[in-house]
């Protein structure tokens, strides 16, 4: 029997794969780096970026009400 390769998880491989090439061409101090050069001026809090997705947390959506 023939396995077939789940599209989500060759995507979120391929994904980890291309930040680890970045990080690794840029450092690992490389999100912070980008942050603080966009923070302007130096009185403004640091604008770091971080990726989220819509909806509820996955242990929030198994809780009844």
């Known amino acids: 029997m023939a396995t077939r ?3 989500a ?6 994904e ?4 680890h ?3 690794r ?3 690992r101090d490389a999100p ?3 942050a603080l050069e966009n923070t ?4 403004d809090p640091v604008a770091s970026q971080t990726a989220t997705t819509i909806g509820a947390a ?4 198994s809780r009844k009400r």
């Open 21 to 23: 090439r970045i990080e």
């Open 58 to 61: 996955p242990h929030l959506k």
């Open 25 to 27: 061409a840029e450092g």
């Open 40 to 43: 302007f001026p130096a009185s």
């Open 16 to 19: 980890q794969r291309a930040q």
């Open 5 to 7: 390769a789940n599209p």
């Open 9 to 14: 998880k060759e995507s979120l491989r391929n």
């Open 32 to 34: 912070l780096t980008h």
